[in-house]
């Protein structure tokens, strides 16, 4: 028993030491962005609908030239507060590639609401070919593939540096991130002040169109969160009232029997 004991030990040891020294080789040293605030946190958190449609906006914008949103359908944009008439307007400025048409060819339509995001890219080799070999990630599950998920993001988007830290062997084509493992990342800084031009009022800043598609990919990734936490308060609601119920019963059925 002891001699297990000894392997286990040994076992769980090692294991450790190379799941420490992968994570370090992948660059799990570098540090982790700090923790924001979000509306949707605690228990009756929800989205800020105009943070999201700003949040699109940046996607539309900036991040849909090269980055997919596969998963997202035009009609689930109704979950950010856009109405029929948006939706559909929004689906006709995209092509969608459909048929084949009776001459068995396939052809270029307007989006409707029913269509899902198309890629920017016919294809893999396209997408790394336009991006000095690298593929953009599709983005709809981005929040939950990074550990840290929107603040990942958020710190991604906002921690470029313009040089490298001296000795640093930044590797050509490439730009230093504080965030991204490794440092070192094939996109360029996508985002800068006034990149985006807000028609509420909301200030132009780097800091605020990184928080506003941070939380747009949030809600893509997650866009049950609210009717999730609804629902597990009307579940906690419900438990509650049945113990209660179950406890007068009790107390009924037992008064009268003698201890």
């Given at each position: 028993?002891?001699?297990?004991a000894?392997t ?7 294991v ?7 994570a ?23 989205y ?6 700003r ?5 539309k ?113 490439k ?67 049945l ?7 009790k ?9």
């Amino acid at each position: 028993m002891r001699k297990f004991a000894l392997t286990a030990i040994a076992a769980a040891f090692a294991v450790t030491a190379f799941t420490g020294g992968a994570a370090k080789a992948a660059g799990g040293d570098q540090p982790a962005p700090a923790a924001q605030d979000w509306s949707w946190q605690g228990l009756f958190g929800t989205y800020d609908r105009a943070q999201l449609q700003r949040g699109f906006q940046v996607f539309k914008n900036v991040c849909a030239g090269c980055h997919s949103l596969r998963f997202i359908a035009f009609r689930n944009l109704e979950g950010i507060g856009f109405n029929e008439d948006q939706i559909k307007a929004i689906a006709a400025e995209y092509d969608i590639v459909d048929g084949p048409n009776d001459d068995g060819d396939m052809f270029d339509r307007p989006g409707i609401p029913a269509d899902y995001f198309p890629s920017p890219f016919p294809n893999e080799k396209a997408a790394a070919a336009s991006n000095g070999g690298a593929i953009p990630p599709d983005l709809s599950l981005m929040n939950k593939a990074r550990v840290g998920g929107p603040d990942y993001v958020f710190g991604l988007l906002t921690g470029y540096e313009e040089e490298a830290p001296e000795g640093f062997d930044l590797a050509d084509g490439k730009y230093y991130n504080h965030y991204f493992p490794g440092h070192q990342i094939s996109m360029a800084p996508p985002l800068y002040d006034e990149a985006v031009e807000y028609t509420d009022g909301t200030p132009m800043t780097l800091e605020q169109h990184a928080r506003d598609i941070a939380a747009f990919l949030n809600w893509t990734a997650q866009p049950e969160l609210e009717a999730r936490k609804a629902l597990g308060m009307k579940v906690i609601l419900f438990l509650i009232v049945l113990t209660a119920m179950l406890y007068a019963v009790k107390r009924k059925i037992w008064r009268d029997v003698e201890h």
